[in-house]
């Protein structure tokens, strides 16, 4: 809990990027679904969907800030359990789509399991790099960590969502170095995960993921197909120009061209109707959230929420950096939402939910340094 003068020192700042990300994606929203529902916004409105989510998720988010964060540390093992028990079981009894199987319905609502395990695989790895300070150059600890990170990333893998497994592998990466893990460990670690990625290429991934890789380098091989939404995306944002054709003024996207238009393509609904001028806002408005999140970091007095706020940055960041170059095509095509602007009731709440232990950092910490 906080008393009143803690409450003064909330961060309104992350709390009013975050809505502007989520204003920003609405807009697109509508526009991507314009052709799909030209009668306007109604109950059954995506976007309507989307701005139900954003409100359950600033409730969740006040919630989880109310809330001591040092408390979700007693509860992380309990969390990590919890997050790959659902990963194995979305395995089992999942819903599948577009060649995946990743959610669970639930009340008429689907729920990414994953969303929900890169938290809380957060909170656990916080808390026992955390707990290990005075041993974190010991190896031991350094491989237990990422067995950590490995089994839900494996388990992720496996559905397959290469995209968010990576983000696992991210965030880890993120962590353990702001632990204070030695960096050749890491680097050893990164010198051995390449020098096996042919093997991995051949054994690891699915005929799914080899495919997308193939694709990746040549689209034109399938433009009906698997290449399609690839070259669709490319021609959307290339058309754009500087100041784009305009709000639901995009040729590629009003007339249908561009599948998965509100999720992970949503970045080429930008590019072509709102331009680069467009795409440079709302990277400058990420750079604000994440400048936020840093500065929750450095506020900090306790390792754990140091790490906490490390990993959530590291979440972050990572899923906008690999939603945009999968949309201008600089790696291959993954399921990753753009945070807080695709449309995706369960990226949403866990953001929020994410962006509350943000804030119950901020709360507790009196050293406000900028």
Known sequence: MIDSRA?????FLLVLFAACLVVYGGLLIYSAQLSEHPGGVNLAHPLTKQLVFAAFGLCLMFAVAWLDYRVFGQMAVGLYVLAVLMLVAV?????SAYGSRRWFTFAGQQIQASEIAKLFVIVALARYLADRQARIKEVRVFLISLAMAAVPAALVLAEPDMGSAMVFG?????????????????LALGGMAFSLVPFGMLV??????????????????DPLGGGFNILQGEIGIGSGGIFGKGLTEGSQNQLGFLQTSTTDYIFSVLGEELGLVGAIVLLLLFTALLFRGIRAASISSDQFGR???TGIVMMILFQVFINIAVNIRIVPVTGIPLPFVSQGGSSLLMLFAALGLLEGI????RKLEF
């Open 7 to 11: 409450a003064r020192h909330f961060d």
């Open 362 to 365: 901020v709360l507790r910490h």
């Open 170 to 186: 991210a965030v880890w990466v993120g962590m353990v170095l702001m632990a204070g893990v030695p960096v050749r460990h890491v």
């Open 91 to 95: 395995l089992v009894i999942g819903d």
């Open 204 to 221: 690891v991934l699915g005929e799914y993921q080899r495919e997308r890789i193939r694709l990746f380098f040549d689209p034109n091989s």
């Open 307 to 309: 790490l906490i706020a």
